[in-house]
């Protein structure tokens, strides 16, 4: 019996080392794998997350040649392809907002879907150029009198742009007819003209109240003088002009008439006196 229960307790003993190298063993693994699996992917995680929310400096590349270290190398690859992509295209964008419309992704840089998108952005950037180009020609040759020149039509929301340039052409033809109108009449004596503003706005607008005004404040020194004129011719020196109602030359020559009028009717009366005594 003693030998039977010795045998059982070394079996025993034998069976709680075993389980526990068996343990030892276990958690050993289990932190190799830890070590080379779970800490690299919750480090990849963790770096992937930073690269989504935009930061592009994460490094996730290794040395490590497993599963895991190829999925760490991919990842890599991915984030530095979107950087450079990211990059360019901030570059393109910055150097059109300094005035250089010429400036495109290269292309040949990319693959696959990278390659359409570079593609894509270099189409929006040529079609922001022609935008550009068209819009400054437009005006250009508004500037230089050519109203026969018709604005490129855009489609969609960008009818927008040459919606406007035509308003603007519109408006300085206005302009420009409203001058021409006032020059033909005032060449030809009518200082009755009056250029209406109805279709005009703002700016505009105030240009032309501001012929009308010219006109009028320039024709009506002119009806007095011609009626002063009128007057004398008729015999008539019993007038004189309020020089007060107007400014600057207009008020000076008001002052010359009614002196001349003063003189001739001096010159008159002396005459007359003259005459009497004759």
């Known amino acids: 019996d003693d030998e039977a229960t ?8 034998v069976l709680i080392a075993v389980l526990f190298l068996a343990l030892i063993f276990s958690l050993a693994i289990a932190i ?7 800490k690299p992917i919750v480090h990849i995680t963790k770096q992937a997350r930073k690269a989504a929310e935009g930061d592009f ?20 690859m991915f984030i530095d392809t979107t950087k450079n992509v990211f990059d360019d295209m901030v570059d393109a964008f910055r150097e059109m907002e300094y005035g250089n419309l010429d400036k495109r992704l290269n292309t040949s840089k990319y693959n696959g879907q990278y390659s359409v998108m570079a593609e894509t952005i270099n189409k929006i950037l040529s079609d922001t ?47 420009s007819s409203s001058i021409s109108e006032i020059t033909d009449n005032i060449n030809n004596g009518n200082l009755d003209i009056e250029i209406s503003t109805n279709n005009l706005k703002s700016a505009w607008k105030k240009i032309i109240e501001s012929l009308n005004i010219l006109v009028i404040n320039v024709a009506e020194p002119i ?10 011719a008729a015999g ?43």
């Open 129 to 175: 150029a022609h935008e550009f180009t068209t819009i400054s020609k437009s005006i250009n040759e508004y500037a230089e009198g050519n109203f026969s020149y018709d604005c490129p039509r855009f489609n969609g929301q960008k009818a927008i742009i040459h919606e406007s340039l035509d308003k603007m052409k519109e408006h300085i033809q206005i302009i």
């Open 57 to 76: 400096s994460v490094d996730v590349r290794t040395n490590i040649t497993n599963e895991v270290g190829q999925l760490s190398n991919s990842l890599g």
């Open 223 to 232: 009806r007095v003088t011609k009626d002063s004129l009128s007057n004398l």
């Open 6 to 13: 010795t045998t059982a307790r070394v079996t025993e003993i």
């Open 236 to 278: 008539n020196f019993n007038f004189s002009i309020d020089a007060d109602r107007f400014k600057g030359e207009f008020n000076e020559m008001a002052e010359n008439i009614n002196y001349t009028i003063k003189v001739l009717s001096e010159y008159i009366a002396e005459i007359s006196s003259i005459l009497k005594n004759m």
């Open 32 to 38: 190799i794998i830890t070590n080379s699996i779970v």
